[in-house]
């Protein structure tokens, strides 16, 4: 589904939960962060893979090392 698509762009890591309330996406945010474009290239991919509308779609950048 979505994480395959999201780690053939090159992204390490993601996890996908998907709930009532729409879709939020954890993926390992390069050092500098992500950018409008990540943002914008992983909500494509999130909304090529399901039914859900673009204000459904949370990104969230995780830093390496973190919430371990």
């Known amino acids: 589904g979505s994480e395959m698509c999201i780690r053939d762009r090159g992204y390490q890591d993601c996890v996908a939960y998907i709930s009532e309330d729409g879709i939020s996406v ?35 950048g995780v830093e390496p090392g973190k919430g371990q």
């Open 26 to 60: 954890a993926v390992a945010a390069p050092e500098d962060g992500l950018t409008q474009s990540d943002v914008a290239l992983l909500s494509d991919i999130v909304l090529s893979q399901t039914s859900c509308k673009l204000s459904d779609i949370r990104v969230i």
